[in-house]
């Protein structure tokens, strides 16, 4: 058994999306001074590898700890969308990728990760395919960029308003591409809130 790693690894300065409070992580407690550890962490929940739930964007009144494990939990699928600007459906996508995945999509941003043009020049899904996933219900669909798209956001209202869970910060995808068959763990913590950053992994024999 092969376990992958997706999640990026959270550091005091890890970079938030623009206009996000900034994140700190600091030990407060020392073992030689104390005679024990702690760190202390101030965050919110869109910061590093996460999942969005439905309140995010738009009224519903579901917390991301309201909803199943099971929705957390799947047969995973992974499409290499490097160099596109633009995510469109393509007509091959129609055997790829089966009802109830959870979709992974590489695109080789996550490369930025850490400059500025990661939070603003991210390549974005198209309505047309969000909805598409819609049809195929997709449990939830995950990226190595910041968000599936931008201001209006009508692809994240697409997925939400659909009951789809959105993924994002992820990391390590290309090391899937050659990989047949696998499942999803992406588990966010058990918090009353709109969304939550998550552990996520690959498991394939």
């Known amino acids: 058994m092969t376990l992958i790693d997706l999640t990026r690894l959270l550091l005091d300065d ?3 999306f623009p206009g996000d409070s900034a994140m700190t992580l600091k030990q407060t407690r020392n ?6 550890c702690n760190h202390e962490l101030t965050i919110n929940m869109h910061t590093g590898t996460h999942i969005d739930g439905p309140m995010h964007m738009t009224d519903s009144r579901t917390f991301i700890s309201d909803m199943p494990l099971e929705r957390f939990v799947g047969k995973g699928c992974v499409l290499d969308v490097s160099g596109q600007r633009e995510i469109d459906f393509k007509p091959e996508y129609e055997t790829i990728v089966e009802e109830n995945v959870i979709l992974l ?3 080789g941003h996550g490369e930025l990760f850490g400059q500025p043009q990661y939070f603003t ?5 198209t309505e047309r395919f969000a909805e598409w996933l819609v049809r195929k219900k997709v449990k939830m669909v995950g990226f190595d960029t910041p968000s599936p798209d931008k201001d209006p956001y009508a692809v994240h209202l697409t997925f939400m308003n659909h009951g789809i869970l959105i993924a994002e910060n992820l990391t390590n995808l290309d090391r899937l591409l050659q990989t047949r068959s696998f499942e999803v763990f992406a588990l966010p913590l058990r918090i009353r809130a ?4 998550a552990r996520v ?3 394939f024999a």
């Open 14 to 16: 890890t970079p938030v």
């Open 194 to 197: 709109d969304a939550s950053m």
């Open 105 to 107: 999509l590489h695109t």
């Open 121 to 125: 020049d991210y390549p974005v899904l």
């Open 31 to 36: 073992l030689d001074e104390d005679g024990y």
């Open 201 to 203: 992994i690959a498991r």
